[in-house]
């Protein structure tokens, strides 16, 4: 079948009053990852917490547990006007984690974490771009699957914008009193972890939904946003890991360009015996659908669960036989008495928070 150009247009256009992400922000790398990432990215990313689709979840990270304020910023790309928010923590069914090649998937076992509260920011970047318009906390109670944050019709400004200079003469300008506009329109929101009851699962969040005159808004398709954190996913952990050393207190891993995985005694690493004979052969490694696997001896590949998010100062594996905490070096020592390499030779230390198309994910414009 055919579809005449305008029709298809048509169908692949945002709908009306659709939300449209333009951004998902975290302040660092490690802070917009599922729990299980590094087994199967993407598969519990964050983007699934603004999908419109229950059944897709984001597993938290370690980091929204263990760091007081933990913030994700949402960016629309156009305004839209809302007068309730719900989040939703508990799926229709809780997703299994993928099945290992042969292997049936088995349910995920313990007790899940869960959100107890959160803060809940809502701008209007036209009226102030330092301070949110409106503030609220809202509870998550343990015995209910969501909860709902209504915007009230007298809702007051945030007692916060009277440090914005320039906010008074803006909503002036725009004819708004002493109340917030009902229903307030926004255009980003910043979601603040505020309390956190531990489990031995992740806790989750299967959805943040926005809604006017108790209706849903429809949320305009995330896919390209889904697709761009994989991509950045796969790159970040390249750049980390392709062709670098990591230099631990008792042994050196090289992951070589060709794939070669090799263990270096800290002695012969000191010395800078980098030749085949001073080197052990752990497997080897690749970069494959976003995933950082090893393969030892005849084994099957395995995916390795790290955190590369503070290199180079610090990159943990946690997977044997990698596992252990390393600095990243891009080159090795020099053995006495040989030429040192030429200043240029030498590559800028990989650290996936500053370099230049690196930035905290996922980052769509």
Known sequence: MTIALPLLIALLAPAENAVVIKKLGVPRFAHGLAADQYRSPGAHGLANAFDGDPAT???LPTPAIAES???VDVQLAT??????????????VVPNPPPRAGKKAAPPAGRPGRLTSVELNFWDKSLSTTYPIYKRSLSLPADRPFADLGIPETARWNSALINDETFGDKRRAKGYGN????PPTIDALTIVVQGVEPGELPPMIAEVQFLLHKTLLPIADLSELKAKQRAFIENGLRHIVEGRYFVGPDRTLQFSYSGGLYEFTAANWA????DEKHRKKLGTWRIEAARLEIQASTRAWEPVDYTIDEAPGRVLFRTNPVAGEFAVATRAPVPEGAAAPPPEAATPAPNINSTPGFEPPPLVE
């Open 271 to 274: 010395a800078g015996n980098m």
């Open 69 to 71: 304020g933990y913030t």
């Open 79 to 92: 305004p839209v006007q809302i007068d309730q928010l719900r989040i939703t923590l508990d799926p229709p």
């Open 57 to 59: 979840v984001w597993w």
């Open 179 to 182: 109340t917030v506009p009902f």
